[in-house]
């Protein structure tokens, strides 16, 4: 079953970081990445830029609205995800809990929907 592990931390901790330790989480980044492809887990993943550079849209009776920012403002951001393939959401969470981000801020693991067999239980 496919997991999405949604990546959140305080952006302005990281800011405070130094070349050498946000070039440490990276290399650590990567080589989770790789650890969990070796062992079929990985299917996508991506880091985000920060949230200065996100926009919000929303359309109500048609008309398209475009805030700057995320949609909420929150202790922690959204900082990228981890798409997994997992057995059970407890091997799901045990993998999340291998991602280093998760040292500063949370890892939400939620299973993926497929809406063609949703649509079939109805």
Do not use: S, W
């Given at each position: 079953?496919?997991?999405?592990?949604l990546v959140y931390y305080d952006e302005n901790i990281m800011k405070k970081m130094s070349q050498q330790e946000w070039d440490a989480?990276?290399?650590?980044?990567?080589?989770?990445?790789?650890?969990?492809?070796?062992n079929g887990?990985?299917?996508?993943?991506?880091?985000?830029?920060?949230?200065?550079?996100?926009?919000?849209?929303?359309?109500r009776d048609g008309?398209?609205?475009?805030?700057d920012g995320p949609f909420a403002e929150t202790k922690e951001?959204?900082?990228?995800?981890?798409?997994?393939?997992a057995t059970d959401q407890s091997e799901a969470v045990r993998l999340a809990q291998k991602i280093p981000p998760a040292r500063y801020g949370s890892?939400?693991?939620?299973?993926i929907r497929d809406l063609l067999a949703d649509e079939n239980k109805l």
């Open positions: 079953m496919k997991y999405l592990a989480l990276n290399r650590e980044c990567i080589d989770c990445v790789a650890n969990l492809q070796t887990h990985f299917l996508a993943g991506a880091p985000l830029y920060t949230t200065d550079q996100a926009r919000t849209v929303r359309v008309k398209a609205m475009v805030t951001q959204l900082a990228g995800y981890y798409l997994l393939e890892v939400e693991v939620r299973p």
